[in-house]
């Protein structure tokens, strides 16, 4: 109560049966043995009141507030690094979950005021019981609000933003604080893409909060260090919050237990210009230690770099005889519609002429179904694609297509983002078929396919063009290759588990030259 419980609004009518039948249960057997061993626990530094919540609340659903428990080892290691770099008289946790950070910084810093801000009740909650019997209550502060939105007052000396703020994609997050992102980077000169994630959101409420001298750690997603979003945070780390080491971590290693996702450890001195900061990739999370080393990277070099990632990567030398897929062929993404539900020809299409809509990848599972060679179009849907120029078109053509645009018209097809930035938004302007097909987003290794049939490919894949002309037997081998060698290691993994090749990504795996494709016999 001390730590402000009675301030917690009231649970949903799900999680108070749960904890009813949780009551019930404990009341049945030797309850206070039950509270000593979960106290004990606590003090001996684990955390069973999260490892309890995440039992009660699957990562499904906890989904929603972006909740992903970091390791405890994890805390370790940041906690550490904080300790090596100053004595904050305020510890802030911008997403408490259930306390792991603001009570390990509890213990460390002695005279610290410690600050947990955290959306959910329940896990507002947790923390304060958790604060509450490491002995922390009389300095600890468990705000019941958004980050973004919670006031702070100014401290007297340095604070210390730890944490692991919280994952939420942009289709989850609300219209205004969306323009609130755009606003706040607009008013600091910068740009912002109101397509960003929850953590690129904490980045900048960071940065209001802090004053120059703060410092602080924090673990996300690793996706901003190369997506077009990510863009914000990389200006803010090298100008504003005074980055100065960035620790990436192999998604192999599942830094997160329940989450299948790259993660990023971010270290910033704030108002500082550190002139190389560090930056290094771990294979595994045991090997975090005391996230020091890496090599330095110059100011320069990433400001130039669009993307991050690779530049935590050695050099790679190409086995003999090896060349980049980029030096044969060039890697095109395929076309955006817009509407897939309009121009995915269906029975609002039923009088358009064959010849105006195209066989078509249109789901990436159609490629993983074909197995190495597409061979037979029948089970492809048909996209429309009409000419920019409707005049070309025969007379008796003319009348069915201007029903068919009636009708998008009445759907609102042509107010569409892409529709309206097309020269006419009626024609999508299909690529030429690819004689190589590769899916580029999936919770496995891309399926590389030969275009036997010439089928076009929309936005969920991507088309593998020659940039000059290799005969058929050594596409056969390339395609081959690819998909006995591609692995998810070379791709960006997202949250949840999702590896994504964006086309200059593909373009740099290794294949063999040309004339080792196949035999020479058979060219």
Known sequence: MALGAATVPPLSLAERHLLEAASREAACGPSAALVSRVRDAIAAGYDPLGEAFCMLRPPAARRGLGATFTPTDVVGSMLAWAERHGRPVRVVDPGAGSGRFIVGAGRIFKDAQLVAVELDPLSALLTRASACTSGLASR?????????????????????????????????????????????????GLSASQRSGMHVHFFLATLEHACPGDYGAFITAAEWLDVNYGSLVRQLFLDGLGGTAIHVLDPSQRPFPDAASTAAITCFQVGSHAPLPTMRRIERASGLGLLEDGPGIERKVLEASPRWTILTRPARELPTGFVELGELCRVRRGQVTGANDFWIAGPHAGRLPGCLTYPAVTRAKE????????????????????????????????????????????????????????????????????????????????????NLVGARHINIAHGIYPRERLPEAQLDALAAHLAATTSVAQGRTYAGGLTKFEPREMERLPVPAPCSLVPTETL
Not at 153 to 164: C, E, I, Y
């Open 140 to 188: 600890a502060m468990v705000l019941l609000d958004d980050y973004r939105s919670v006031v702070l007052p100014r401290a007297s000396g340095p604070t210390l933003f730890v944490g692991n703020p919280p994952y939420v994609r942009h289709h989850d997050i609300e219209r205004p604080w969306k323009q609130w992102l755009t606003h706040v980077a607009s008013r600091r």
């Open 367 to 450: 490629l993983f179904r074909a197995g190495s060679f597409l061979e037979d179009h029948s089970q492809l849907r048909r996209v429309i694609d009409l000419p920019a120029d409707l005049s070309s078109l025969p007379a008796e053509y003319l009348e069915i297509v201007e029903e068919l645009l009636h009708h998008g018209r009445a759907r609102g097809v042509d107010k569409g983002y892409v529709a309206r930035h097309r020269r006419a938004w009626w024609s999508v302007g299909l690529h030429e078929p690819a004689p190589i097909l590769a899916t580029y987003m999936a919770r496995r290794a891309p399926a590389f396919v030969r």
